[in-house]
């Protein structure tokens, strides 16, 4: 996968965890943690939501609107369930839903557990690998694939292109999250001891 | 509960792209509530679009964009705590939502042959309606011109392809023709999504159709 330079250092497996900066925004309010998961990314935001179709000043007030809500829903994060990239992505792809089909999304019922007050560290950990691991298997499809998704995710497919679209490579995408699955069930089973 | 018939990836991931009309992310939304495998999927699906909107590039925000976010958030309430969107009847929490309330909130209109049905408000690229089958009642024969998803509520129905109960969706499209039927035992209660018009085989529903938007 691409890795771009950030502040000076080429970054690795070992990049920056977004995930305890957000837990230090959602714990303590920390305007510079804050600010670091702005700098990197209010611009990805901005740029997916020109790539779906916004003009530059809708997705710029946009993006500030995703990381306010960021701010405002951080004691709702969870990092053993998401990465703080797909947790944006949810509030960007909802914000935009709103903005520019101006309809709204449905949401499913919230688990029972919500997030754990203490943050299991292991999962933690695993939620940010397995979420490496699937940008890396994305960046190694075959570009039309991995262009098809993309557009998919840019809201340049309808519903019924993805449905009709043979070339979607989700069995791919399906062997990564079946870790998701088992994650859940475990997470299920012990849920009885965090409420 | 056991469910036997699920969402398919195709639905799950154009549900995570923000791509399904009202009426569809409803159903969607109701299933996953009831269905821990479909949830796991649709949080997996989430997490390619987090992946995708980290390499979507990056487009230099203006320079007063973090000083006026952070502005803003010194005003904003914290969200408050997610209620507990648990439903305590047959209504999955979002269909509570689109209802005002559990199965006596719902106004239901006469269709014919003791049939019932409530459209709900959605946008208008598909519509969303709760359908009230009497045990032992067939939906008149029909098939359909876009794609339908009828999520069974309560109560069980069968057609030429199998059995549906509490939690499993049938998803219909111009290849199926069936006659839906509600089995002895229960009333059974529906929602079904179309993005397009039913249309029935027999003369008088075909009539009837526009008068009750079936």
Do not use: C, N, S
């Given at each position: 996968m691409l890795r771009r330079k950030k502040d000076g250092l080429v970054s690795s497996e070992d990049e920056t965890d977004w995930a305890a900066l957000l837990l230090r925004v959602r714990d303590h309010q920390d305007r510079a943690a804050f600010a670091v998961l702005f700098r990197h990314f209010a611009p990805r935001v901005k740029a997916f939501l020109m790539k779906s179709g916004a003009g530059a000043s809708l997705a710029e007030e946009c993006a500030q609107d995703v990381m306010a809500v960021l701010w405002q829903k951080a004691h709702l994060f969870d990092p053993a369930r998401a990465s703080v990239a797909t947790w944006v992505y949810t509030i960007a792809r909802n914000r935009r839903i709103n903005a520019l089909r101006r309809a709204r999304r449905a949401e499913p019922e919230e688990l029972d557990w919500g997030p754990a007050p203490e943050p299991d560290q292991a999962e933690a950990l695993e939620t940010r690998q397995e979420t490496e691991r699937l940008g890396r298997a994305l960046a190694a499809l075959p570009t039309p694939q991995r262009t098809l998704i993309e557009r998919a995710f840019y809201g340049e497919l309808s519903h019924s292109e993805i449905a009709a679209e043979t070339g979607l490579p989700l069995g791919t995408i399906k062997s990564r999250i079946r870790l998701a699955l088992d994650k859940l069930r475990h997470r299920m089973g012990e849920g009885p001891k965090r409420t | 509960m056991t469910i036997r018939h699920h969402l398919s990836d195709q639905l799950l991931?154009?549900?995570?792209?923000?791509?399904?009309p009202e009426a569809f992310s409803l159903v969607v939304a109701a299933h996953l509530s009831l269905c821990d495998d479909c949830r796991a999927q649709a949080d997996s699906f989430d997490a390619v679009g987090g992946a995708v909107l980290e390499e979507a590039g990056e487009i230099a925000m203006g320079e007063d964009a973090l000083a006026r976010t952070l502005a803003r958030i010194e005003w904003l309430p914290r969200a408050a705590a997610p209620k507990p969107r648990r439903a305590a009847g047959i209504f999955p929490a979002p269909l509570v939502d689109y209802v005002g309330g559990d199965l006596p909130a719902v106004r239901w209109r006469r269709v014919g042959g003791g049939v019932r049905q409530a459209i709900l408000p959605t946008d208008r690229d598909a519509t969303a309606?709760?359908?009230?089958?009497?045990?032992?009642?067939?939906?008149?024969d029909h098939g359909?011109?876009?794609?339908?998803?009828?999520?069974?509520?309560?109560?069980?129905?069968?057609?030429?392809?199998d059995r549906f109960s509490r939690g499993d969706v049938e998803i219909a499209d111009e290849a199926l023709e069936h006659t839906p039927v509600a089995l002895a035992g229960q009333d059974c209660i529906c929602l079904a999504a179309t993005d397009a018009p039913l249309r029935f085989r027999g003369l008088i529903p075909r009539l009837a159709q526009p008068l009750f938007r079936i």
């Open positions: - | 991931m154009a549900y995570a792209a923000g791509q399904l309606r709760l359908l009230y089958i009497p045990a032992g009642t067939a939906v008149p359909h011109r876009g794609l339908e998803l009828t999520l069974v509520l309560q109560g069980a129905f069968a057609d030429e392809t």
